[in-house]
């Protein structure tokens, strides 16, 4: 998979200098030698929750969650996250239209998320939430107690993100689990 991904796990896992050398103190601290089995890091997923919304970004984590728990058996919980703006409540009508309009984006996230996981054998279930995006991913992470959050993340500009924030770094920043950060390759449009 042509891939960049980063990284952002919680304490707990041994880690690799930047070498590929294990860590030494963390192979102390975890009671680990040169012996231990160098995919110990990925047994340890048995849930994974992503973050889709049919963005290219979010469709590259549902690969790279796949990609991760085929070979583990983990489960993925792919989760659609509905931001409803609070001025719907002044307007039945629009509140309305933007219900059917949410109905309809989960049915093309059933469709796009059933078409990616052709040929994953192992469990996935869709759910959506409403409510802030960074916050209910990782609430729903909590739920069912899940070992990784996969999320797309591609950046505009180094002033927009710290400037506006990102759901990628909201998650990373305040999540007390393991969360990776899945960033397409660049198309030919972006050069």
Request: charged share 20%.
């Amino acid at each position: 998979m042509d891939t960049d991904t980063v990284i952002a796990f919680q304490s707990g896992y041994p880690s690799r200098s930047n070498s590929g050398q294990r860590n030494p103190e963390l192979q102390q601290e975890h009671g680990m030698s040169d012996t231990t089995p160098h995919n110990d890091v990925h047994q340890a997923f048995q849930t994974i929750v992503v973050g889709v919304d049919l963005s290219p970004e979010s469709l590259c984590a549902l690969d790279l969650a796949a990609t991760i728990a085929q070979p583990q058996g983990a489960a993925l919980r792919i989760v659609h996250v509905h931001h409803r703006p609070a001025t719907l409540a002044f307007s039945p009508a629009a509140s309305l239209e933007f219900a059917r309009a949410e109905d309809e984006t989960d049915a093309a996230i059933r469709e796009t998320v059933t078409q990616h996981l052709t040929g994953f054998d192992g469990q996935w279930t869709i759910t959506s939430r409403n409510g802030h995006i960074s916050q209910e991913i990782r609430h729903e992470a909590d739920d069912v107690d899940a070992n990784l959050i996969v999320i797309g993340h591609q950046s505009h500009s180094t002033i927009r993100d710290a400037l506006l924030g990102s759901v990628a770094a909201s998650i990373v920043h305040h999540s007390r689990r393991s969360v990776l950060v899945a960033v397409p390759p660049k198309r030919e449009s972006d050069h």
